[in-house]
C-alpha cells in the first residue's frame, strides 16, 4: 500500500490551501448579461424580447457611441476573467487533476482498510476483556 504524507503535496496544492481562503467569489462579478443586454436592447430596441419598464425610459444608442457604452461590460468581463485564474489550480489541466483525483481515492482506500482494521482489533479487545470479566466474576 502506498504511503501518502502532507509533506508529499505539490506545490499547486499548497498554492490552492492559502488562496482558497483569500479568493471569495461573488456571483455578480460574473453577472454580465444583464448590462450587455440593456446595451444591444438601446441599440435596436425593436429586437427586445422583453418588455420595457415603463418606469425606466430607454435611450436609443448611436452607433458612435458604442465604445464608451461598451467600456464598462469590458471592465467587468475583465474581473470576472481575473477572478477565475485566481482561483486555485487554474493552470492545472485535467489530466493532471484526474491523477490527483486517483490518487486520493488511492488514498482513500488506504484510510478505510487502516480503520477496518483498527476496528477488527478493537473489537477482539472488547471479545476479550469482556471473556476476562467474565472468568474473573465467575
Known sequence: MPS??????RPSQTTA????STTTLQPQVFDILPPLHALLSRLEPSLSTYPQDPTQPTQSLAYKDIPTEVQAIKI??????AALKALPDMERNL???DEEIAELEERIKGQREVLA???RKAEEAERSLSAMGREGGA
Not at 501518502?4 to 503535496?9: C, K, L
Not at 490551501?17 to 482558497?20: G, L
Not at 467587468?76 to 476573467?81: C, D, F, H, I, T
Request: glycine share 4%.
Open 4 to 9: 501518502f504524507s502532507p509533506n508529499t503535496a
Open 76 to 81: 467587468k468581463v475583465r474581473r470576472a476573467l
Open 95 to 97: 489530466q493532471e487533476q
Open 17 to 20: 490551501t492559502s488562496n482558497a
Open 117 to 119: 482494521r483498527v476496528g
